[in-house]
């Protein structure tokens, strides 16, 4: 939408006819909307409020400083000046456009009172401390500063501007964009939600503390056993889908290809088969080892865990070369992992996630 800015023009006026006039020219050829009060008799309070409230209705302030400081008010402070501490008190954007060698201009267009003289000189030291100020020495080439200038303010301080009232959205439109919006975010805060729940349809699955029954074979070597002392065993586990996952879910914070996790679930329930068994009465002190575990077994844990939204194929782009499968953790899956891994404050309830050895052979599952 395009917008057009209302510049205040403040300065001195008689001896700045000509160059106020190419200032408003210069504004104009902008397509923005020049304002000033100078014609405004000085004494008249109601004059100055009507300057306050058209520079506050003003974008950007306009301030042309050449060899007069002007008549003054009964605080012994110009209009022009007076102008400008209002402009700077509202944070308003200056322009300060100031002459390049206030001596050297004719007399009538300078002070002869030494007192206004100084007012002057005082006056442009304080705007050139408060500015980057720019410099003129006549009416034309104050025509390219103040353009150059207002070009510069506008990019690097925005204001509101104005706009024709038939480019205003209507209060209609107003309401179906705050509506539109309010649906946005409603879908944003649906589809975060969905990102960290469970999917649709997983109410009927096996998940949390449900039970997975798991054969396995595993090798016991007795205290101070020696070579071929060790013997095998066939037995079963039944760990929660929770364990299963807290135990492989690390190794998806940063990806793993299917392989490293295959191996991740191995270790994970080699884990939790030695800890169900090292406890066993036949077992105490023995070495467990070389956990087996079937295949079949591996794939079906990694099918139920995606099944489950907690780990999916990775999507992540990789060179040609790598032909690797990977897996990533979701961000339910990363949730639940938090919950499950984080350390508690409150002392858990010790967990049962073993059987018996229910049988003891040499024969592979």
Same mark, same amino acid.
């Given at each position: &939408?395009?917008?057009?800015?209302?510049?205040?023009?403040?300065?001195?006026?008689?001896?700045?006819?000509?160059?106020?006039?190419?200032?408003?020219?210069?504004? @104009?050829? +902008?397509?923005? +909307?020049?304002?000033?009060?100078?014609?405004?008799?000085?004494?008249?309070?109601?004059?100055?409020?009507?300057?306050?409230?058209?520079?506050?209705?003003?974008?950007?302030?306009? @301030?042309?400083?050449?060899?007069?400081?002007?008549?003054?008010?009964?605080?012994?402070?110009?209009?022009?000046?007076?102008?400008?501490?209002? /402009?700077?008190?509202?944070?308003?954007?200056?322009?300060?456009?100031?002459?390049?060698?206030?001596?050297?201009?004719?007399?009538?267009?300078?002070? *002869?009172?030494?007192? /206004?003289?100084?007012?002057?000189?005082?006056?442009?030291?304080?705007?050139?401390?408060?500015?980057?100020?720019?410099?003129?020495?006549?009416?034309?080439?104050?025509?390219?500063?103040?353009?150059?200038?207002?070009?510069?303010?506008?990019?690097?301080?925005?204001?509101?501007?104005?706009?024709?009232?038939?480019?205003?959205?209507?209060? *209609?439109?107003?309401?179906?964009?705050?509506?539109?919006?309010?649906?946005?975010?409603?879908?944003?805060?649906?589809?975060?939600?969905?990102?960290?729940?469970?999917?649709?349809? *997983?109410?009927?699955? &096996?998940?949390?503390?449900?039970?997975?029954?798991?054969?396995?074979?595993?090798?016991? #070597?007795?205290?101070?056993?020696?070579?071929?002392?060790?013997?095998?065993?066939?037995?079963?586990?039944?760990?929660?889908?929770?364990?299963?996952?807290?135990?492989?879910?690390?190794?998806?914070?940063?990806?793993?290809?299917?392989?490293?996790?295959?191996?991740?679930?191995?270790?994970? @329930?080699?884990?939790?088969?030695?800890?169900?068994?090292?406890?066993?009465?036949?077992?105490?002190?023995?070495?467990?080892?070389?956990?087996?575990?079937?295949?079949?077994?591996?794939? *079906?844990? &990694?099918?139920?865990?995606?099944?489950?939204?907690?780990?999916?194929?990775?999507?992540?782009?990789?060179?040609?070369?790598?032909?690797?499968?990977?897996?990533?953790?979701?961000?339910?899956?990363?949730?639940? #992992?938090?919950?499950?891994?984080?350390?508690?404050?409150?002392?858990?309830?010790?967990?049962?996630?073993?059987?018996?050895?229910?049988?003891?052979?040499?024969?592979?599952?």
């Amino acid at each position: &939408m395009e917008k057009r800015f209302q510049v205040f023009i403040s300065s001195t006026f008689v001896d700045l006819v000509d160059e106020r006039q190419a200032v408003l020219k210069s504004i @104009l050829e +902008m397509d923005h +909307m020049p304002a000033g009060m100078e014609l405004f008799p000085a004494a008249d309070d109601t004059a100055w409020n009507l300057i306050k409230d058209v520079i506050d209705a003003s974008d950007y302030y306009v @301030l042309i400083i050449g060899g007069r400081y002007g008549s003054l008010n009964e605080e012994g402070l110009s209009y022009t000046e007076k102008e400008y501490r209002y /402009a700077i008190s509202t944070k308003k954007a200056v322009i300060p456009l100031l002459h390049q060698n206030p001596d050297n201009l004719p007399r009538d267009k300078t002070e *002869t009172d030494e007192s /206004a003289w100084e007012k002057l000189k005082s006056f442009r030291e304080e705007v050139e401390d408060k500015h980057t100020c720019v410099y003129w020495s006549n009416a034309d080439e104050l025509k390219s500063k103040v353009i150059i200038g207002l070009t510069s303010t506008v990019k690097r301080s925005p204001a509101i501007g104005w706009v024709r009232a038939d480019n205003v959205p209507s209060e *209609t439109t107003l309401k179906e964009v705050l509506t539109l919006k309010q649906r946005i975010s409603e879908l944003e805060k649906e589809l975060e939600d969905t990102r960290t729940a469970p999917p649709p349809g *997983t109410e009927d699955l &096996m998940q949390g503390q449900d039970a997975f029954d798991l054969e396995f074979s595993f090798r016991a #070597m007795p205290p101070h056993g020696g070579w071929g002392d060790d013997i095998r065993y066939k037995a079963t586990i039944s760990p929660s889908w929770n364990d299963i996952f807290a135990g492989v879910a690390p190794i998806l914070i940063n990806e793993a290809t299917e392989s490293s996790l295959s191996d991740a679930f191995r270790s994970a @329930l080699a884990q939790i088969a030695r800890e169900a068994y090292s406890e066993n009465e036949g077992l105490k002190g023995h070495t467990l080892k070389n956990f087996g575990f079937k295949q079949d077994d591996i794939y *079906t844990c &990694m099918i139920q865990l995606r099944a489950l939204g907690l780990i999916k194929e990775s999507d992540k782009k990789r060179s040609v070369r790598d032909t690797n499968s990977y897996w990533a953790l979701t961000p339910y899956g990363d949730q639940l #992992m938090v919950q499950l891994r984080a350390i508690s404050r409150h002392k858990k309830e010790q967990r049962k996630i073993g059987s018996e050895v229910i049988k003891s052979s040499e024969q592979d599952i």
